[in-house]
């Protein structure tokens, strides 16, 4: 049975915004806030731990509407206090991991912690960020270490189980028809504009050589196959969406 693409959300309901990196999720963060207001909006750090927190900050986050985190989604599911509605964007692979490398760069103020472009790639381990099979890595609720401990179909099919569970499914290269789709799924009223947030400056963007792009493509062969997954999952979301519309009486 398909399952209704629009979601009622009850009072006791709590969204929560699995962030990929570089997925275009500051723009969306900064749209989700807008729509619950910065009192029911709460940011969750992939480095805390429940058993950690202060009875302040646990009910704080117990009465968000909405939760914004980096973790994995094992690490989130976990920590919050009541299985949350999921929300992700996903974006292809090459365009995430050369923006990652801008955003690396963008962070490191010491000269000698340059890394170029070619190294961040071929050689992921003189960085922390093993930027390869990332979106994998933080739906199969792994960390991207761990992710090498998996075998590789067994990770691909974890991530895209959580990515079925997930009552709305983005994609980057599509940001205004994923806003739409957001807006419909929750019945929340459409937005028009918004500004992008967290760009990498065109500074930082380096050239992607035919080899490089061959280098970064065949690393992250879990990341193409999921996104691939994505799309589908997007386009049918979508394509309902617009029958659903169609269906409408006009209010004209």
């Known amino acids: 049975m398909t399952r209704n693409i629009q979601y009622t959300l009850r009072e006791q309901d709590m969204l929560c915004f699995l962030h990929l990196p570089k997925t275009g999720g500051t723009t969306l963060v900064a749209i989700l806030c807008s729509v619950v207001g910065s009192a029911s909006f709460q940011n969750l750090e992939h480095t805390e731990v429940l058993h950690r927190w202060t009875i302040a900050r646990y009910y704080r986050v117990f009465d968000a509407q909405i939760v914004h985190t980096h973790a994995h989604y094992r690490r989130a599911i976990g920590v919050l206090p009541r299985k949350p509605v999921l929300l992700t964007m996903l974006r292809h692979p090459l365009k995430r991991v050369v923006s990652e490398h801008g955003q690396y760069l963008k962070t490191r103020q010491d000269a000698s912690q340059f890394v170029s472009l070619d190294d961040f790639i ?44 997930c009552a709305f499914v983005g994609i980057t290269e599509h940001f205004d028809e994923s806003l739409r789709l957001l807006c419909y799924t929750f019945g929340w009223s459409p937005i028009e504009h918004c500004d992008s947030r967290n760009v990498t400056p065109s500074a930082l963007k380096y050239a992607v050589t035919p080899e490089l792009e061959s280098a970064i493509l065949e690393r992250n062969q879990l990341d193409i196959a999921l996104y691939a997954y994505a799309q589908q999952l997007f386009a049918d979301r979508l394509q309902r969406m617009k029958a659903e519309r169609e269906r409408l009486p006009s209010t004209l």
């Open 122 to 165: 071929l050689n992921p381990e003189c960085t922390d960020y093993r930027p390869h099979n990332k979106q994998t890595a933080v739906l199969a609720g792994l960390s991207p270490r761990a992710l090498s401990d998996l075998p590789p179909h067994d990770a691909l099919a974890l991530a895209k189980a959580h990515l079925d569970e």
